[in-house]
């Protein structure tokens, strides 16, 4: 049991430290301009448009409950006016880059894996060399723009989403003014908080991309592989995701300086 915990365990870092590797390729590759136009629209829609309605059925979950609980402390201890901008400060800041990140990687990250991991299995990347086809430029790349780009928006909506449901949560079943509430957000939400949730929407579309394509490229094993690749590649992610997020928001905001 200790020897195969062990293996597992050194076959993960070691697969761990190949999606670092084709991190820092991609990175490359993409500042030499290597990108596949047609691929990488094709990916920008899997993972933009085709995630659309899950983040804002989130962002609307998860407004609402946060609402509920924010709202009936608040009031108990005469704070009502602080609502909107708490719940828009939490929103942006950490929960709408989290959540929206968590959900791509659930839906898209393990289809990159699963895609790529059959490929690998059933011979098509060594048939991508074999015309001489960087399998980097012609699906890593195109993937990892996607996932780049499209976070941060879906992130942004997301927020939306979540600050129109708790402001109907607010308004319904608080009885907060609207006007109340968005002025408390105004008050308390400023333009780099928005910013700050889009640097965390791009470096978690990188660990997405990135960890989903490296996890498909090094499978072995057939059917059973890409299934454990697939399991493995979402859980990896999740945990590159908070782990980062940690290191962000220390560099973001630990300091008045950086909330300014």
Not at 47 to 75: H, K, Y
Not at 120 to 142: G, K, N
Not at 175 to 187: C, E, H, P, Q, R
Request: glycine fraction near 10%.
């Amino acid at each position: 049991m200790a020897a195969a915990s062990k293996s597992a365990l050194g076959a993960w870092t070691q697969r761990a430290i190949a999606a670092g590797l084709l991190g820092g390729q991609t990175l490359v590759h993409i500042a030499r301009g290597k990108i596949n136009r047609r691929n990488t629209l094709e990916q920008m829609q899997i993972v933009g448009p085709d995630s659309l309605g899950i983040i804002l059925l989130a962002g609307i979950s998860i407004g609402s409950v946060f609402t509920i609980q924010v709202a009936r402390e608040f009031i108990r201890y005469g704070a009502t006016t602080a609502i909107g901008g708490v719940m828009a400060v939490a929103m942006a800041r950490e929960l709408a880059p989290v959540f929206a990140a968590v959900v791509l990687a659930g839906r898209v990250g393990s289809a990159f894996a699963a895609e790529i991991g059959t490929m690998r299995v059933t011979e098509q990347i060594d048939a991508l060399y074999m015309l001489r086809t960087d399998p980097v430029d012609y699906l890593v790349v195109p993937r990892a723009i996607a996932c780049c780009v499209m976070l941060p928006l879906l992130t942004l909506l997301g927020f939306l989403a979540s600050i129109m449901a708790g402001l109907i949560i607010a308004w319904q079943g608080f009885d907060i003014s609207y006007f109340s509430f968005l002025n408390s957000v105004k008050t308390f939400l400023g333009p780099m908080d928005l910013v700050y949730a889009s640097i965390k929407g791009i470096c978690f579309g990188v660990l997405i991309a990135v960890i989903g394509c490296s996890w498909g490229l090094t499978t072995s094993g057939g059917a059973k592989g890409v299934g454990q690749s697939t399991t493995t590649a979402v859980v990896t992610a999740l945990l590159a995701i908070l782990i980062a997020n940690f290191f962000l928001s220390w560099l973001m905001f630990r300091n008045s300086a950086a909330l300014g």
